[in-house]
């Protein structure tokens, strides 16, 4: 089945403890992007990837980090937490750059940071 | 500041009827548009999209009716079904032009309703 898998799906953290949402996607897809989703502003791109090793900044990239090593995965990483990054974020991907091809999201991880 | 702008946050709808859902952009550079649907603990999933050189695009009940002109499009749902009550987003992108290639820029959401 062709999906976009995000872990955890609820993190509740602390202030400054590093954190890593995995994202995987199972349908070779050279596209991936992070999204958050906050009440009343809707899902901003935080980061994508055109692919291997080429990542690029979004709307709200700051205070987060993304790696693409591999195509299937792309981790996004948050080395100090704020309150602030308490959102709901979603993976997405699709199949090549130009992104008039469906992209697929994930379920969805939603991080409270205390 | 916001380059997609969906300006009404909710839209309620008895079935069969007829839903609209508005969408402007500010940006010219945009040329493809799409939009998404989202269940409450769900992600986004594809709904219909519309490229520049359109007007409209029909997918079964769902049309999106773009007016580069006016920078706004529009989806039409008829009839509307309980089943389709949810969140409806509008993105833009800029194709072929531009250093936002790559960039998918989503409006603040339209939770439609329908009911019985």
């Known amino acids: 089945e062709a999906q976009v898998t995000q872990n955890p799906r609820y993190l509740i953290t602390v202030t400054g403890k590093k954190l890593t949402v995995t994202c995987s996607q199972n349908?070779?897809?050279?596209?991936m992007s992070w999204y958050r989703q906050d009440p009343g502003l809707g899902l901003r791109q935080i980061y994508y990837s055109m692919n291997v090793e080429v990542t690029d900044k979004g709307d709200v990239p700051e205070g987060y980090k993304v790696s693409r090593k591999e195509k299937r995965n792309f981790p996004l990483i948050l080395e100090s937490p704020s309150p602030n990054q308490t959102s709901l974020y979603f993976c997405?991907?699709?199949?090549?750059?130009?992104?008039?091809?469906?992209?697929?999201f994930g379920q969805g991880t939603r991080l409270t940071v205390v | 500041d916001q380059q997609v702008k969906q300006n009404s946050p909710s839209l309620s709808v008895q079935e069969g009827r007829i839903s609209i859902l508005n969408c402007d952009y500010t940006?010219?550079?945009?040329?493809?548009f799409l939009w998404y649907k989202k269940y409450p603990a769900e992600g986004p999933t594809f709904l219909i999209s519309?490229?520049?050189?359109?007007d409209k695009n029909e997918d079964g009940r769902f049309t999106v009716f773009l007016n580069k002109s006016a920078k706004h499009l529009s989806l039409h749902i008829v009839p509307s079904q309980p089943g389709d009550s949810a969140v409806y987003f509008c993105a833009a992108s800029a194709l072929l032009r531009g250093s936002t290639l790559g960039r998918l820029y989503f409006g603040r959401g339209t939770q439609l309703t329908v009911w019985p």
């Open positions: 940006n010219s550079m945009f040329d493809y």
């Open positions: 519309i490229s520049s050189i359109k």
């Open positions: 349908m070779n897809h050279e596209y």
């Open positions: 997405a991907s699709s199949r090549d750059r130009a992104i008039n091809t469906e992209a697929f």
